[in-house]
T-cell receptor, first 118, second 115 residues
Framework: DTGVSQDPRHKITKRGQNVTFRCDPISEHNRLYWYRQTLGQGPEFLTYFQNEAQLEKSRLLSDRFSAERPKGSFSTLEIQRTEQGDSAMYLC????????????????FGPGTRLTVL | AQSVTQLDSHVSVSEGTPVLLRCNYSSSYSPSLFWYVQHPNKGLQLLLKYTSAATLVKGINGFEAEFKKSETSFHLTKPSAHMSDAAEYFCVVSDEDTGFQKLVFGTGTRLLVSP
């Protein structure tokens, strides 16, 4: 399977602990996105990378959150000092800059990491 | 800012009957619109997308959607529901003001299909 993969699929942690999630995009994709989905809601944008550069961060991404994409390949999302409100599904997506317009871009999503903070 | 409103949180149909999932959008320019489907324990899958070409867009698994600018709507339809269509469906608009596709999702419509 050459789709977007995420690890782990599930994470249960205690409040105050740090957690890190990994996303492996489709290999030729240079754009990578993180979204967060809480129960009963649609996903919300968190951050965007083009290659290794983090170009956009949502106001939802507090100082406790940090994302990296070293060498423009996989990405990690770290949450420090987790809070119960951080419990959600964290989704990663990737896309490529095609030869067409921006509108030709299609984001492909991974299965997500479900975080539960006790 | 771009946004979408999904008018129904749940839709119930019988297998073999038509499906209609409603979506209205708000955009300051001609939008890019998408429908994604989310099955339990699976990732979001793109059903179809509208990018200002044909107003009637055909997607996978027999789904299609029609862009109606006068009604600011992008409703998803399928002539005959199958049990495997039961899932959560998201209407999505792309916010491209920042130079990339920031997807803005609706709250979702859960499609229930009964035998």
């Amino acid at each position: 399977d050459t789709g977007v993969s995420q690890d782990p699929r599930h994470k249960i942690t205690k409040r105050g602990q740090n957690v890190t999630f990994r996303c492996d995009p489709i290999s030729e994709h240079n754009r990578l996105y993180w979204y967060r989905q809480t129960l009963g809601q649609g996903p919300e944008f968190l951050t965007y990378f083009q290659n290794e550069a983090q170009l956009e961060k949502s106001r939802l991404l507090s100082d406790r959150f940090s994302a990296e994409r070293p060498k423009g390949s996989f990405s990690t999302l770290e949450i420090q000092r987790t809070e119960q409100g951080d419990s959600a599904m964290y989704l990663c997506a990737s896309s490529s800059i095609g030869t067409g317009s921006l509108r030709a871009d299609t984001q492909y999503f991974g299965p997500g990491t479900r975080l539960t903070v006790l | 800012a771009q946004s979408v409103t999904q008018l129904d949180s749940h839709v119930s149909v019988s297998e073999g009957t038509p499906v209609l999932l409603r979506c209205n959008y708000s955009s300051s320019y001609s939008p890019s619109l998408f429908w994604y489907v989310q099955h339990p324990n699976k990732g979001l899958q793109l059903l179809l997308k509208y990018t200002s070409a044909a107003t009637l867009v055909k997607g996978i698994n027999g789904f299609e959607a029609e862009f109606k600018k006068s009604e600011t709507s992008f409703h998803l339809t399928k002539p005959s529901a199958h049990m495997s269509d039961a899932a959560e469906y998201f209407c999505v608009v792309s916010d491209e003001d920042t130079g990339f596709q920031k997807l803005v999702f609706g709250t979702g419509t859960r499609l229930l299909v009964s035998p």
